[in-house]
């Protein structure tokens, strides 16, 4: 199925005021996420490698031991099992990311 609509996507609440929408092929996710302001992604690791870029709004990022706000137009790379965390900012803040490989946890 090359083409996908809104209802391909895999909807689920990652925390409190922050959900995602996921779709996924053979080898790797894509997964908007939407953050409510001032919302929050504790601290964690994965085995996949991910690429965001910030769509909208902003957020205060860790990933590994650097602290960067980053805001709409701003890309970011988390290596494999790199721990991170991220805190929105005061408005409405979207990212799209993507994880390879296949996020299973996010179908």
Do not use: C, W
């Not at 083409?3 to 996710?29: C, N, Q, W, Y």
């Amino acid at each position: 199925m090359p083409f996908l609509g809104p209802s391909d996507f895999k909807h689920k609440e990652l925390a409190p005021g922050v959900t995602i929408r996921s779709t996924a092929g053979d080898r790797m996710t894509l997964t908007f996420f939407t953050f409510a302001p001032r919302s929050i992604i504790k601290e964690h690791k994965h085995p996949h490698e991910q690429v965001g870029h910030v769509l909208e709004g902003g957020l205060e990022f860790v990933i590994g031991n650097e602290k960067k706000v980053v805001k709409a137009g701003d890309t970011y790379l988390i290596p494999s099992n790199v721990p991170h965390s991220a805190v929105a900012l005061d408005t409405p803040t979207g990212v799209l990311d993507v994880f390879s490989p296949v996020r299973e946890d996010y179908k």
